[in-house]
């Protein structure tokens, strides 16, 4: 898959990369189903080492994912429900990574994929959406078993009985996105390019923007920004700040912070600001001396995590150091995301203050991939989540004719013909609408024929690596 412009994260420059398909066969009650999942594989998000070249890391993503596919497979030689199977797999996988010093956040996603496309599978074969599959306890998720302090809490303390049929997107400002028409080298594609014309088009009022950690540069771009949101976003805004990873130490992060917030000129946008999104790196973020910086700093905004949450135990640490929660990610896992939002649930009941899960993923795209988050999204009542794969791609261009007709016929009201004949979502007023995710199962329900994309294997023996 080709970006629209290169997509910076501070570490790396994505201009391409690989969308991986998991296929699963299963027998449900004597009933033989097939589920979906898909992830893209970014450089550098899951690892962020300078040292290594995108094709380890991506050789790094396979073997792991490829590992959880072996251990998915054994954990299901006899009949098993789905909790068992998914605790088999993830404490498999922890202790296979644990052994080849694979940080947890990788290693979930393997796990993450796996748990979806069996979701998936039971979803088609039930023929029931996500959230009354899990509501209706058949999966026999059991929050005691991965946090003691939550044992005894039902799943349907945090999944909707009825999902969100509406969410915002919360448009995200990369490091090199351009800001006004007027900036060069604009595209000339179809869809907009700059954040004004994003905001015109989209009916933008949410939005993330990138910290470079270099104040130098990030004091000049945030007063552009402020004044593009200023003058474009009539009925106000919101933001969250991404601190990136950029800062080793909470105090450096706080040096940095006061002086973007003492500038006047940027007081809209501090006035606007709901949290700041992991400013730690995240070898820095759950170090014990975290607590102590931040009880002296008693202004300081609503952080939380986002890369430092890899582990199952990471949330619990983070809240006991003063972070106000955490995001939800697909490729974190789902199972982990329902605990976590029953760890904040209680945390915010036992604290008196209101915790957060957010939701976050930078360039995620249909047909199975986005609309499998969304539908974890709703079903959790997170109010807006992080949107830009139809901002970074350009909207599902890159499959065949008739995978962009299935969808655009499945999902009328999430996805809309562009006038230059590709598939392209549909967000109005700022919102995407979420009734036929919510009403698929698992969120998209297509029929997908994944057999007419290149296996891994054929894709790596033909240099798909080096394409990238």
Known sequence: MQTRFPLGNGIASMTALPHLFVRVDLVVDGVAVQGLSSEGLPPKWFTKNPDTSFELDLAEMLAVIQNASRIAENAAQKPVSFFAWWLALHEEQARWAMLRSQPALLANLGVSLMERAVLDGLCRAKNTPLHQLMRSEALQIDFGEIHPELRGQRIASVVLEQPLVQVVVRHTVGLGDPLRASDAKMLDDGLPHSLEESIRVYGLSCFKIKL?????????????????????????????????????DLNEFRLAYESLASDLSLAPLFRSLLLVEQPLARTQALKDDFATKLAQWPEAPRLIM?????????????????????????????????????????????CGRLLIQSAEDLANVG??????????????????????????FRGLSMYPDSVQQQVLANHADLYCPHEAGFATLKICEGKLNLQSVNAAPFGCGIDLDVTQFPTLKTWIMSGGMGML
Do not use: W
Request: aromatic share 4%; net charge negative.
């Open 212 to 248: 470079s950690g270099q104040l130098e540069v990030d004091l000049p771009r945030l007063r552009e920004i402020t004044g593009v949101l200023v003058e474009n976003c009539q009925q106000g805004f919101q933001l969250t700040l991404d601190g990136n990873e950029q800062f080793s």
């Open 306 to 350: 986002d890369e430092s949450d890899g582990a199952l135990e990471d949330l619990p640490r983070a809240l006991s150091l003063g972070y106000s929660g955490t995001s939800h990610k697909n490729c974190k896992g789902i199972v982990k995301s329902l605990a976590n939002a029953a760890l904040i649930q209680s945390r915010s009941l036992s």
């Open 367 to 392: 047909p199975v991939a986005l609309l499998q988050d969304l539908a974890v999204v709703a079903m959790l009542g997170i109010p807006h989540v992080e949107r830009n794969g139809h901002h970074y």
